[in-house]
């Protein structure tokens, strides 16, 4: 009997210390990817939920993006800061992955976080929990602004300042270091000033960095001679107007081609600007933004203090405007849908058609919306 007794705790406590093995409960560290259980024996939250709890180690202005992921139970993720004053939830991140849970923090205190795996519901389960930390991108830029365009069109009021604030307002918002940017503004607008800007950055950018390009000023669409192979199927090349000549769409593509930037970003605040969408969209890693359709021109934005509402709106996002849920991390789709939603608040419809329906386009390619454009840290 004795015996029996003995044999018996010792199996009871070999099963307990399997049970704990098997739950993970402890630290994590960038990278990692791991496995746990919610056991009936696991401690509960006040919901009766079961939970594992986890910590890491973060250092302030980098991004903790934490997945819990399951086919057993509806995963549910918390995680509280260092100093217990801030908590952040999730259930289901996106329609794509339900039911998995996703958490991206900027961090703004360096210390400890943890992380508590839980479900939904009162469960018992597995579930994979998978752990990162990014640094944050260095960001790149050439930004052009023509507003005295001498003898070649007529000036394009305040998009020079466009440009300008632009470049000003990554740096502001802690995005950009001011030798990573360039501004390119009237006279300094020729091709060669662009063709040399892009040869620098060419020489500093990596796999890991962002680059921004911005053009706010005149555009237009001019006839080629030969479709382009299913580009151009209009028969018209769009264009951008620089100093000394218009700059194509193509050529625009062949300078952006094999910049070997992690993301790319486009902004084109000018008239027909909707027309390089169609030769940037097999760029990988490459979202765009124009002021209006091919065939649309693009009006100015004086009375609010801009050369255009896209240059405007833009600005609004990166000083933060963007954040729609206010978590402090800026999605793609946030920024699209933030500068769509800004142009129907702004824009006049015209008395008639004679100017035509400007209409923001966006093109973000292989990029998806979920997609991490930039971080606030306070």
Known sequence: MKKFILISLVTLLICLANSSVWANTGTVSPGDTVNGTLEEWDGKLADDCYYDSWTISCEKGELLTVIESSGKIDPYLIIYSPDGESQWTNDDYSYETMPDARIDVPINISGEYEIVCTSYEPQTGTYELTVDLRQKPRY????????????????????DEDAHYMYRTFIDAGLMDPKDGIELLNHRSRRIDLENAFNEIRSKIGPDDIFIFFFSGHGDRVPVSTRDSGVDIDGYDEVISLR????????????????????????????????????????????????SEEDVVSAFAEEL??????????????????????????????????????????????DNSMWGFQELVSERGTVGQDEIFCWFVE
Not at 318 to 340: C, P
């Open 305 to 350: 203090g801009a050369g255009g509402y896209l240059s405007l709106f833009f600005r609004e996002a990166i000083d933060g405007d963007a954040d729609l849920d206010g978590d402090g991390v800026l999605l793609i789709g946030e920024l699209t849908h933030f500068l769509k939603q800004r142009l129907y608040e702004e824009w006049e419809v015209p």
């Open 140 to 159: 790149f830029g050439i930004f052009i602004g023509m507003d005295d365009y001498g003898w070649a069109y007529e000036n394009a009021p305040k998009c």
């Open 244 to 291: 000394d000549v218009d700059l194509p769409d193509n050529d625009l593509r062949s300078m952006l081609d094999g910049l070997g930037a992690g993301l790319t970003m486009v902004v084109i605040d000018s008239c027909h600007s909707g027309g390089f969408a169609a030769d940037l969209r097999s760029l990988p890693n490459t979202v765009f933004y124009g002021a």
